[in-house]
């Protein structure tokens, strides 16, 4: 009768939708994932692996919500898992399979062991791309085949960090996944760099590149890829290799009762284009002591914005089903956020299409933008054919404009917005910038200045800024990066910028507007034509 109880609960809470919600969904996936092994630390026994999962479930329950629980080989062939997991709702919680790959697993696929110990967290052992593309064919095999003898069919979901698109590939054609997911954008952090990508959200990747969304139907795998982890659209991406998100275990950021109400308001209120999309939960081999202050707080949060309508808490396989019924392509979408944390006056948009993502941040009234990274199907990723051989492994697309690697914590890169007052350059001074969405693949910005506005468009191809009102063309965008950054412009046209990174030429055209190379030792400058500067980012 419970189970009744909690799965009628649940349908109706998924079809409890404000109309704002029918047209800008917010999802929630909370997604915990599990090993039965961690070297690491002695005090985590299998015993606290297992108690970890049982309160997970149990505060879920308590909350009527559901999820998805991802289970590495170890903990697959484990019986308890088995029965305890096997005893949940079908309706509402999924079984899925994540994708670490431990010594029992590769042993069983006929490999060599290399591994220090049974689990071994290193990118070329731990993780696909460790490993040959046949080598990877039959782990699959392995793995799914006694999946389907446990459960009775195939894990519609696969998570991993990081993943291959040799993998993913197979995994679909063979099995028929329904969605994935991938680590946040991140360098360097616990030896994965995944940079530049399609910014949280979620996006249907190249068949050759994994990392890299698709341009075209003909040529992406129509599986989503989900972004983990739930990042802090300010802070992760300037703090870099710190970690800001919504995992319960960090006390800073998912284990602050501030930050988690900010950030889920913000994700459940501020404007979003197309649909926005967060996860929760965390991995057990944190353990239940350090995570459950964390979820007891977020939890409850959670099931209040699902009851009042503003957020759907699903699981990947229902996401990825909706996300696959939906969308034919890649689609254009947009995290903003309209007011910061308390004490802080800083606002923030990140756009992605299939062709490239943007984030422009504002701080102290002052526009910068931040971030610029184009999106190319046709190039590869490292790991199609390759393997890596030590234990780091890198994920890039086609960076344009960045300012975390090419500036410092006390100077940040980036174009600035600037204007020649009384013969010297200052940065444009303003206020709040309001967020709307203007089309299904259009996101609007208007910023309010002394005298007048900036108006900018942003559309799968391109970005559009337009000064209005009392401004005259004195205005312009100014490259600036640290003096030692090793940036990838090559040469500057009036109309055209080319850039080289990773041995791939790429470029950007000005249809409005021009480029040159300033006296002051910036790296680029971008001056309006009639007040409007218009960039194509879909033609390199």
Not at 202 to 223: C, D, F, H, I
Not at 437 to 464: C, M, Q, Y
Request: include cysteine; charge should be neutral.
């Amino acid at each position: 009768m419970k189970k009744i109880i909690f799965s009628l609960f649940f349908i109706l809470a998924y079809h409890h939708l404000s109309a704002q919600q029918a047209i800008s969904p917010r999802i929630v996936n909370i997604v915990n994932f599990i090993r039965d092994i961690e070297p690491r630390d002695p005090n985590v026994t299998k015993d606290v692996l297992y108690q970890t999962v049982v309160n997970q479930i149990a505060l879920m329950k308590k909350h009527h919500l559901g999820g998805t629980f991802l289970l590495q080989y170890d903990a697959l062939i484990d019986t308890r898992y088995q029965k305890l997991l096997k005893s949940l709702p079908k309706d509402s919680f999924e079984i899925g399979a994540w994708w670490e790959l431990p010594q029992p697993l590769i042993e069983k696929a006929g490999i060599k062991w290399r591994g220090k110990y049974a689990w071994d967290w290193h990118s070329n052992v731990g993780f696909s791309v460790g490993y040959t593309p046949g080598e990877r064919e039959k782990i699959i095999d392995v793995y799914f085949a006694d999946f389907k003898k446990i459960f009775g069919y195939y894990p519609r979901s696969v998570a991993a960090w990081v993943i291959d698109a040799h993998s993913l590939d197979y995994m679909y054609d063979k099995y028929k996944i329904v969605a994935s997911a991938n680590c946040k954008d991140q360098y360097g952090t616990d030896g994965f760099t995944l940079w530049g990508g399609y910014w949280n959200q979620t996006y249907y990747p190249s068949r050759t590149n994994v990392y890299m969304p698709a341009q075209n139907e003909s040529k992406q795998l129509p599986v989503p890829v989900f972004r983990m982890l739930g990042s802090d659209p300010i802070r992760q991406y300037d703090d870099g290799s710190y970690v800001t998100t919504l995992e319960p275990v960090y006390p800073h950021a998912g284990g602050n009762e501030k930050w988690i109400n900010w950030f889920l308001s913000a994700f459940a209120n501020d404007p979003a284009l197309g649909f926005n999309y967060t996860q929760a939960g965390q991995e057990n081999s944190f353990t239940w002591d350090a995570m459950h202050s964390g979820l007891e707080m977020q939890m409850p949060i959670i099931e209040k914005l699902r009851d009042d309508g503003k957020v759907r808490v699903e699981t990947m396989e229902q996401s990825g089903l909706w996300f696959r019924k939906k969308y034919k392509v890649t689609p254009a979408t947009t995290f903003t956020v309209t007011k910061d944390l308390e004490g802080s006056d800083q606002k923030t948009i990140w756009y992605d299409s299939r062709f490239y993502r943007i984030n422009v941040a504002w701080k102290n009234g002052n526009l910068r933008i931040r971030d610029i990274h184009l999106f190319n199907e046709d190039i590869p990723d490292k790991y199609l054919k390759g393997v890596t051989t030590t234990n780091q492994s890198y994920f890039f697309t086609l960076p344009v404009v960045d300012s975390y690697l090419w500036g410092k914590r006390d100077k940040k890169a980036g174009l600035y917005l600037m204007t020649i007052d009384n013969g010297k350059e200052v940065p444009v001074k303003g206020g709040d910038p309001i967020f709307t969405d203007v089309s299904k693949s259009e996101a609007h910005i208007s910023w309010p200045v002394d005298n007048g506005t900036f108006e900018i468009a942003l559309d799968e191809n391109r970005i559009k800024i337009t000064a209005t009102s009392n401004h005259d063309s004195n205005w312009f965008f100014e490259l600036n990066v640290d003096m030692d950054a090793k940036t990838t412009l090559t040469s500057i046209e009036n109309k055209q910028v080319n850039f080289d990174f990773g041995d791939h030429t790429y470029h950007i055209k000005a249809t409005k507007g021009d480029f040159e190379k300033p006296e002051n030792g910036a790296v680029l400058r971008i001056k309006p034509e009639n007040n409007t500067i218009a960039i194509d980012l879909a033609g390199h």
